[in-house]
């Protein structure tokens, strides 16, 4: 396989300034995406479950197991 030359990148004041510009719409746009977030209902948000929630919807009912000391 023939191996070409390396390319070389020069970093530029304008892509530096570019680079920024992003930065700052990106974190911009983070918080109005966090600030919808909260603002959502948690129902309708898909948040974590709880085991009971979990079991509920699937129809598990585990037995529950005696606390204490047994007398065998």
Do not use: C, F, W
Not at 8 to 36: C, G, P
Request: net charge neutral; proline share 7%; aromatic share 4%.
């Amino acid at each position: 396989m023939i191996r070409r030359p390396l390319t070389e990148i020069t970093l530029k004041l304008d892509d530096i300034q570019e680079y920024e510009a992003y930065r700052r719409d990106q974190a911009i746009n983070s918080s109005v995406t966090n600030e919808m977030q909260e603002d959502t209902p948690k129902s309708l948000a898909g948040g974590t479950k709880t085991t009971e929630e979990i079991h509920n919807r699937i129809g598990y009912a585990p037995k529950k197991k005696p606390s204490g000391p047994s007398t065998v």
